[in-house]
């Protein structure tokens, strides 16, 4: 029985011992299946490594579709809000260094706050229980003036109060790299440059500061169908980066540079190995019903084989990034991918389980209905009343879930192409007209293109339908406020 035992408490703290070996085999079949998956949709990269040796490291599809340059290693990709671990770094770094502590209340960086967010904790911020919203801005690139955004931003409602539960904030990492500024008197990038990448030997991670020109930076296809350029090209011709996205999303960088940082983690050269461990304790449960933890720009969960899993990802709806580290395996995963679907979003989770179970067989990664319809829309040359009734003609059998249309529009909306997303909008609203999301979908496309009236109207529907709709109450406050004269029905 004693022997028993101890073997299920080796179990639960280190996995199985076949567990741990990764064969030729699995890492063949992964491959097979990546490279056939590059004919739907498939377009990124995927590095494994086990005990620090590199097993697979390849690029699949194209960086730039229309000069059939394809993707490397050492192609750059927007990676999301896995950037937040390399703000919670520098923190961490800057606490070595003796200039903040994490126990530090906000008040002690920013002057005049009110009183309901003066006592916020750095840690806080880091957990995301700080009570704070997800910020202000709608779009990673609003250009919005540094004093101004936290003015506003501070004068936002808090959602709880401060420590109460994990309720996630975009800004409240926009906040932290302020805090980096402050302390370190050099800017965001600047500090994690000289401080967390160059040690690290990542040359080409960051926002504006590396010497891009010397790799290809992947071009962004919304859907695999629509080119939206690369994220680096759009900070150098703003020649900012917008505080929207400032240390919680958006920085770039290669899959190689990914792999130095998990090395860097590993061998604590970069924050010692009690800061990294600082860095991956599981402080704060996500949610209620689940089983994952956050620590400090990272989520923390148990794999199959109870073992911890340290992991972060993050998208901006194109881009998507995945960082799966087993620090008790030893193993690292890195998925990147700069179309993002719901084909392909998944594919660091089948292939997590492909490496350790040599009888799953994933299912098979299909052209996304979404990219079907984009791409048909796209080709379409009538007009937009006529393109609606085509698309629920020609998809009606796979319209089933107010979703795929829902998807269409966002695509449109976010791209600037306003008048394709009020046409697929107002069709979803028609085939689903009891579903309050796709009404306050509506409603913003109606609001983005300035037609304060329809848009009222769209979200006082939303609302009704759902009185949960936050979003939709807190827009028909912003409308009649914006907007004074605007019809009150």
Known sequence: MKSVIIRAVFLFLFGSITAQTITTSAIDRINNYLSKSEKNGLTGAVLIAKDGNVLLNKGFGFADKKKQIKN????????GSVSKQFTAAAILK?????KLKVEDVISKYFKNLPDDKKNITIHQLLIHSSGLSRGIGRKDFDQIDRDEFFRQFFKTTLLQQPGLKHRYSNAGYSILSRII????????????RKEIFLPAGMKYTGYLLPKWSDLTSAKGYSYNVLDIGSMIERYQR????SWVIMGNGGLNSTQEDMFKWYKALKNGTVISKATVQKMITPYIIERKEG????????????TSRGTNMVAHDGSNATFFYDFRWMPKEDLLLLYATSSMTREVGPLAWRIDKMLF???YTPKEVKTD???????????YKGNLKRLTKQLKKKFKVQLNKPFYLNRLSGVYSRNGMLLKAIAVAELNVKIFPKDSNIWDSLGQAYYDNKQMNKSLKAFKTAYKLDLKNIFAKDMIEKIKTENLDVEHQ
Not at 94 to 98: D, F, H, M, S, V
Not at 184 to 192: F, N, P
Not at 238 to 241: E, I
Not at 291 to 302: C, E, H, L, M
């Open 72 to 79: 490397t290693p050492k192609t750059i990709f927007d990676i």
């Open 94 to 98: 800057l606490e070595e260094q003796g």
């Open 181 to 192: 500024e402050l302390v370190s008197g050099q800017s965001y990038e600047a500090y994690l």
């Open 238 to 241: 703003d020649r900012a980066v």
């Open 291 to 302: 089983n994952s933890y956050y620590a400090y720009g990272w989520v923390i969960f148990k």
């Open 357 to 359: 179970d040599d009888t």
């Open 369 to 379: 209905l979404v990219t079907t319809m984009l791409q048909y829309s796209e080709n």
